[in-house]
Every structure is written in C-alpha cells, then in structure tokens.
C-alpha cells in the first residue's frame, strides 16, 4: 500500500521534515539519530515528525511512526535500546509524516489517538479525490514535476485504497487518558491548533512532554486550515500545555531540536505576533490582498520554513479574524 500522506501538502512534508536539519552525528546511510534525554525516554529524529519513546519494565510506549517505508528503521533503533516489546503507539494527529508508519505498527503495537485522528485518515481516499485534481492542476501550470507527480500518485492511491487497509488507530479517545507503566503518561487533547486532533504526551515523573505538531521549534508551522487547524487554536494550546506540566519540563517538537519551556514560550511568541499583525491590519481596513503582499515579520526571517510557510499562516491569521 503506498504511504498514507493523506491531507497534507507535499511542499509541508518536504520543508518541515527533520530530514531537513543534519543532526551533528546523523550517518549519510542512516536517516535516524537518537538522543537519549532520561534514564528510559528517548527522542528518534528521522525524515518526518520526530518520534519519542519511553521504555518501561515491560513495555515501550512510542510516540509517533513517520514514514512507512522507515518504520522497520524506527523499530530497529528501539531495539538497539531494549528487547522489551513495542506494545502501545500513540499518533499525535493525522499527517502522514506522523501516522505512515502504523501498517508496520500494527502487527504488535495498540495505536491510540484522538477520535479526529481516525476520522480523518479513514477520510482521506475522498477527501484526496476531491481536493487534489485542483493542486494538480496548479503544480502542471507551475512547471512544478515532482508536485504533479505526487498529486498523480495520491490520486491514484485514493481510487485504489479500501476503507479498511488504511492504518488507523484503533483505540481513540475525547479528551485524555494515562497510561501506567512504572511511569504515569498524560495523554490529553487540545484545542484546534495545528489540526482538530491535536494530542500530546506527558511524561509525570520524567518531565518529558512531547507536543507533536503543536510545536515547531524555530520551525514556520504548517497550520492546517482544511484539517481543522486555527492560529488562535494554537495560542490556547500551548497555555493549556504550560498550565499542566512542570516548569522543568523537556520538551520534543514535532520538527526542531528538543529544548525546554522557554524554547516553547517563543514560539508561541511567534503565534501571538502572527496574530497580532493580522488583527492590526484587519482593525486599520487593510485588505487581505494587501497584507498578504506587504506582511512581514523579520525576526523570525532565519526560522525555517519561512518562504515557503510564513504567507498561508498569515493568511489564515488573517481569516481568522477577531
């Protein structure tokens, strides 16, 4: 079965991918690079939204599986860490460089994750079919092969895939769970942000969170519209995350380097200035045509992702209105 991309662009995939940033002892054979932040959790960087992982007495919780065609690669780094059996899967939302790797998963792990998770992967075949010949069309318009190529292949996928061969999570939740394995994990949803199934995982006793795509470290995020995604969304997101969790807290991006709250705290600068240069030219009767052509925010020029990401999260800024 081709790899689940489902709703996303392929310019996000490509430009937000930790592929993008070499890891200082990342192999030119080797896509991974595992860094080890407490005594049993670890976070994987690879070529998609980057995995966490925590190895209990009996268990490894993972979190995230990127790509399918690297989820062999993913469970071979567990491995060289623990014989203890994969046995839980959490999918922080609905991208196919967060979700790809489930068809390998599922032969031994429970993969769990919001309801709109599942939702929406179980949408994607129409929701590809209605949207894409679009995009085709405007990546064949733009010269752009590799686009029309990739619009091409998800089409055909779309046309071809059943319900039921789609990798989804099995075991969905409205609003949080925990799990216990001799470490006491948080798992809760929040507010549309980055999608309208945004989960994230909190390590208790580690201090370790991973916030999946609602944290792009010094990364432009793609902020999915049509996925339920909201600016503002992403604002109350990242307050409820910081009210919940420890001021030490070790913190894994979705894309970017693990870092600590503060790094957090800046990006959500980011979000509140996006919304703020937005809301200052809709009050003043700038039209979006014109703010889009004139809208800049200089100081987070070296983030990134900024070119190709920093106009549409303007936009939807922009849409948002007050």
């Given at each position: 079965?081709?790899?689940?991309l489902?709703?996303?662009?392929?310019?996000?995939?490509?430009?937000?991918?930790?592929?993008?940033?070499q890891h200082?002892?990342?192999?030119?054979?080797d896509?991974?690079?595992?860094?080890?932040?407490t005594e049993?959790i670890y976070?994987?960087?690879g070529?998609?939204g980057?995995?966490?992982f925590?190895v209990?007495?009996?268990?490894v919780?993972?979190v995230?599986?990127q790509?399918?065609?690297?989820?062999p690669?993913?469970?071979?780094?567990?491995?060289?860490?623990t014989?203890?059996?994969?046995?839980?899967?959490?999918?922080?939302h609905h991208?196919?460089?967060?979700?790809g790797?489930?068809?390998?998963?599922?032969?031994?792990?429970?993969?769990l994750?919001?309801?709109?998770?599942?939702k929406?992967m179980?949408?994607?075949p129409?929701?590809?079919?209605?949207?894409?010949p679009?995009?085709?069309?405007?990546?064949?318009?733009?010269g752009?092969?590799d686009?029309?190529?990739?619009?091409e292949?998800?089409?055909?996928?779309?046309?071809?895939?059943?319900?039921e061969?789609?990798?989804?999570?099995?075991?969905?939740?409205d609003?949080e769970?925990?799990?216990?394995?001799n470490?006491t994990?948080?798992v809760w949803?929040?507010?549309?942000?980055?999608?309208?199934?945004?989960g994230?995982?909190?390590?208790?006793k580690?201090?370790?969170?991973?916030?999946g795509?609602?944290?792009f470290?010094?990364v432009?995020?793609?902020?999915?519209v049509q996925?339920?995604?909201s600016?503002?969304?992403?604002l109350?997101?990242?307050?409820l995350?910081?009210?919940?969790?420890?001021?030490?807290?070790?913190?894994?991006?979705?894309?970017?380097e693990?870092?600590?709250?503060a790094?957090l705290?800046?990006?959500r600068?980011?979000?509140?200035?996006?919304?703020?240069?937005?809301?200052?030219?809709?009050?003043?009767?700038i039209?979006?045509?014109?703010?889009?052509k004139?809208?800049?925010l200089?100081?987070y020029?070296?983030w990134?992702g900024?070119?190709?990401r920093?106009?549409a999260?303007?936009?939807?800024?922009?849409d948002e209105?007050?």
């Open positions: 079965m081709k790899r689940i489902l709703i996303l662009l392929l310019s996000a995939i490509a430009t937000t991918a930790p592929a993008q940033q200082h002892n990342q192999k030119p054979e896509p991974f690079t595992l860094k080890k932040l049993n976070a994987l960087y070529h998609g980057n995995i966490g925590y209990g007495s009996n268990a919780f993972v995230d599986s790509f399918r065609d690297l989820a690669g993913i469970v071979d780094k567990i491995k060289s860490v014989d203890k059996p994969i046995k839980y899967l959490l999918n922080t991208h196919g460089d967060h979700v790797g489930n068809e390998h998963f599922l032969n031994f792990a429970i993969i994750a919001h309801d709109n998770v599942r929406r179980l949408s994607s129409q929701d590809i079919l209605a949207q894409f679009k995009r085709l069309e405007e990546a064949r318009q733009k752009n092969q686009a029309a190529r990739y619009f292949e998800q089409m055909e996928w779309a046309k071809k895939v059943k319900v061969e789609i990798a989804a999570p099995f075991l969905t939740f609003s769970f925990r799990i216990h394995l470490e994990i948080h949803h929040t507010p549309p942000a980055h999608t309208d199934g945004d994230v995982a909190y390590f208790e580690s201090k370790v969170l991973h916030m795509d609602l944290f470290n010094k432009i995020p793609f902020i999915d996925g339920g995604g600016p503002k969304g992403y109350k997101a990242i307050d995350v910081i009210s919940r969790v420890a001021a030490e807290a070790v913190v894994i991006p979705g894309h970017g693990v870092i600590d709250l790094g705290k800046v990006f600068k980011y979000i509140q200035d996006l919304l703020d240069v937005a809301q200052k030219a809709r009050t003043t009767g039209s979006k045509e014109q703010f889009l004139e809208v800049e200089p100081i020029q070296d990134r900024y070119k190709d920093f106009k999260n303007a936009e939807a800024a922009y209105g007050s």
